[in-house]
């Protein structure tokens, strides 16, 4: 068995009621053994591309813990994705629920089947840094050794102006 590894993880949505899906989805989460620790404040912005005509998303980033590798992770993130109706025909599109690998154990990763960690868009994204700020306020990014603070100031103002917070989960 491999040892208990701490990661994050991010979830998006913004269609039905994100913050049940939320609720529902850190449930069936549980049922695969993984140990939520902390879980940040719900946050909205804008949908991407800018112009969009997609509902706002409400974002969030959990600490986790779970006993196995990325791979299995990023498996079971999209059974679970994919039991909650999330599609992944049209890039960009609306989505019922979003969970991406942030960080794996502080872990720079590259596997042949595409998953790159962290997260390789993560440190242009205020819907994802700023919720994990709340998670994970010391952590930095394994492959610029860059404080969560410090990538937070080289984002564009306008983008973290756009991303409110709307308070806790639960």
Known sequence: MLKSKKIYIAFGANLDNPKVTFKSVISELRKYNIEIIKFSNLWASPAWPEGSCQPDYINACAEIFYHGSDISLLKLLHTVENCFGRKRTVKNESR???????????????????????????????????????????????????????????????????????????
């Open 96 to 170: 019922s629920i979003d969970l991406d690998i942030l960080d794996f154990h502080s872990k720079h990763i590259v596997h042949e089947n595409g998953l790159i960690l962290p997260h390789p868009r993560m440190q242009n994204r205020a819907f994802v840094l700023l919720p994990l700020k709340e998670v994970a306020s010391s952590w930095r990014d394994p492959v610029s050794g860059l404080s969560i603070d410090d990538l937070i100031c080289k984002l564009p103002e306008s983008d973290v102006l756009n991303t409110v917070s709307l308070g806790p989960l639960f």
